[in-house]
């Protein structure tokens, strides 16, 4: 526990060093203003954002369409991961499919998904699968077929079927590997929907940023880009915090 507070606290020393020195940096002129606003300026942009109410529909906005694309996108990644890891030979069949898939640049098919599917949340939402689907496929994937073979075939002699062999021996060996792909995932999502935002929206925090970076409002730029990462850090403790409890056994 006491690692835990020092840990917490050289991290917290390391943020506020980082800060001091980027706002004595600017103010003395070393750094210019209008490419690096100051953090006190940022600050107080939140601050007023926060105060006025205007940043929560545009962050509740981001957040839902990167909640449907992490769920969408981890829910069929562990799906097509198990399914794959067990069949071997369909997922020879579909690995360079699946290869070729995974290279496609996600920037390239934003604007495609801004056709198919509009302006809307769904535009997003796609872009946001595509990305954490294959995050979590691989990972889940390489996470079954890493279960030794030994605690497989034991639990095979003694008469389980696929499901409970499913539930008492894959499923938790291969949860390090998901839960891994997942605390990735997180923000990969959040970046993709922001991307889509960017390219083409009415609301959400992309489009905040987007509007920033027009006139030049690099205060407003820097400080949705706070706004994200904060929020992510809250979704990547709970995420955390949910790993704890599940994989609670192996303490």
């Not at 799906?79 to 699946?98: E, N, Q, T, V, W």
């Amino acid at each position: 526990m006491r690692a835990k507070i020092s840990l917490l606290l050289w991290q917290i020393l390391i943020a506020v060093a980082f800060l001091c020195t980027w706002q004595m940096l600017v103010t003395t002129g070393k750094l210019d203003k209008f490419f690096f606003s100051r953090p006190s300026d940022i600050a107080g942009r939140i601050l007023t954002w926060l105060r006025t109410g205007s940043i929560w529909p545009h962050l509740a906005v981001t957040l839902e369409e990167a909640a449907l694309a992490f769920a969408f996108g981890a829910g069929a990644g562990i799906a097509c991961g198990f399914a794959l890891a067990r069949s071997p030979k369909l997922g020879a069949l579909a690995d360079p499919f699946i290869r070729v898939l995974n290279a496609l640049p996600r920037v390239v098919l934003a604007p495609i998904f801004l056709l198919w599917f509009g302006l809307g949340i769904w535009s997003k939402v796609a872009l946001g699968v595509t990305v954490v689907f294959f995050i979590v496929f691989f990972n889940t994937h390489q996470g079954v077929r890493d279960v030794d073979k030994s605690v497989v075939d034991n639990a095979r002699m003694l008469g389980a079927s696929e499901w409970q062999l499913t539930r008492h021996v894959l499923i938790p060996s291969a949860l390090t590997w998901v839960f891994s792909s997942l605390h990735i995932s997180i923000g990969f999502a959040v970046i993709a929907v922001v991307v889509g935002e960017y390219l083409g929206a009415s609301r959400g925090v992309g489009y905040l940023i987007s509007q920033a970076e027009g006139v030049f409002d690099t205060t407003g730029v820097f400080a949705g880009m706070a706004v994200l990462s904060a929020s992510v850090l809250l979704v990547g403790w709970g995420v955390n915090r949910l790993e704890r409890w599940l994989l609670r056994w192996k303490s």
